[in-house]
C-alpha cells in the first residue's frame, strides 16, 4: 500500500481509521484530524520497517487517540453540564455513513466516558470492532492478560451495554411522530404513553445553549422537560432523522439544524434521548 495524504488513502481504509478514532474521541472532526496526523507519521518513518501499513496506522491513531483522550480529561471534567459526543445524522460523507453503519451509538459513546483512555481503546477495539486480544494487546502495548482484565473492568464500569434490538422503520416511525405531536399539543397523557415508564433524558447544551445540566430519569420527569420547553418557546420544528445509525430528531430554526437528538426506541416506548444542542457539535454535518 502506497500513499502519502489523506485522500490518497484507500476509501475503505480510511473509513475504517476514522470510525475507530470516532469510537475513541466521539467527535468527527477530531477522527478526522487523528488519522491526519498518522498519515503524516507515515510519511516520515521507515517504510521498509512497516510490514503492514494498516495494523501500524490502527496502532498509531489508537495512541494518538490514546493521548488526545488524556489532555480532554480535565476539559471535560470542567464541562457545563453532561458530555455527549457529537451526533453524526443525514450521512452525506462515506466517513459519516460508515460510522453510521457501526454500532457507535450515542447512548454507548455516552458511556464510554466513564472509563479510562486505554480501557476505552480496548473496549472499542474489541466490543465494537471484533479486534483479536493479540493484535489489542499489541496496539495498546499490555498483554493479552492485561487487555482482558481492562476489558471486565471496562464491561463492570459500564454496567448494561448490550445494544437495543433493531427496530423497524415503521415502529420507529410511528413513536417519533407520537412522541412529536404529542410535544406540539402539549399533550402529557400521550407522552406519557410514548415514553417508557425509566425513561432517560441526557442532553448537551456545552453551556453555549439552555440546556438541562443533570440527567433525567423517569417518563414524568422527561415529559416535563419537554412540556416546559414548549411552554417558553412554543412548538419547535422537529423532523425525524437517522443519527448515528439509528432512530433520531433533528430541530431547525430558520432551516438550520439547532439540535440532533439519538432516540433508543424498545418494546414500542422510548426508553432513552441523548439530545445535542451543543452548536459546535453540529457543524461537523453541515
Not at 415514553?195 to 422527561?222: E, F, I, Q, T, Y
Not at 437528538?261 to 418494546?267: K, L, N, R, V, Y
Request: aromatic share 6%; hydrophobic share 40%; with cysteine.
Amino acid at each position: 500500500m502506497d500513499f502519502c495524504t489523506l485522500k490518497e488513502l484507500n476509501p475503505t481504509e480510511r473509513r475504517r481509521l476514522i470510525s475507530i478514532a470516532y469510537g475513541y474521541l466521539g467527535s468527527l472532526i477530531d477522527a478526522e484530524d487523528a488519522v491526519q496526523d498518522a498519515l503524516l507519521r507515515f510519511e516520515q518513518a521507515d517504510r521498509a520497517e512497516i510490514r503492514n501499513p494498516e495494523a501500524w496506522l490502527t496502532t498509531v491513531v489508537t495512541r494518538i487517540c490514546i493521548d488526545k483522550l488524556r489532555s480532554a480529561e480535565h476539559r471535560r471534567e470542567v464541562y457545563p453540564g453532561e458530555w455527549l459526543p457529537e451526533p453524526v445524522f443525514n450521512g452525506p460523507t462515506p466517513e459519516q455513513e460508515a460510522i453510521t453503519r457501526s454500532r457507535l451509538s450515542m447512548g454507548l459513546l455516552y458511556l464510554l466516558e466513564k472509563l479510562d483512555p486505554e480501557q476505552r481503546a480496548v473496549f472499542v477495539l474489541r466490543e465494537v470492532f471484533e479486534y483479536p486480544y493479540q493484535e489489542i494487546a499489541e496496539i495498546v502495548r499490555k498483554s493479552e492478560a492485561a487487555c482482558r482484565q481492562m476489558m471486565v473492568r471496562a464491561k463492570a464500569a459500564l454496567g448494561r451495554v448490550e445494544a437495543p434490538s433493531a427496530v423497524s422503520e415503521a415502529v420507529a416511525s410511528s413513536v417519533l411522530t407520537r412522541f412529536i405531536d404529542a410535544v406540539a399539543q402539549g399533550d402529557e397523557r400521550a407522552l406519557l404513553e410514548v415514553l417508557s415508564p425509566d425513561a432517560l433524558l441526557v442532553a448537551d447544551g456545552g453551556g453555549k445553549v439552555k440546556s438541562v445540566l443533570n440527567p433525567l430519569h423517569g417518563s414524568r420527569n422527561v415529559a416535563k422537560f419537554f412540556l416546559g420547553v414548549r411552554r417558553k418557546v412554543g412548538v419547535l420544528d422537529v423532523r425525524p432523522a437517522t443519527v448515528n445509525g439509528g432512530p433520531g430528531l433533528l430541530t431547525y430554526q430558520d432551516g438550520k439544524v439547532t439540535g440532533a437528538s439519538a432516540i433508543t426506541i424498545e418494546d414500542g416506548r422510548i426508553t432513552a434521548i441523548h439530545a445535542v444542542t451543543n452548536p459546535d457539535k453540529l457543524l461537523g454535518n453541515t
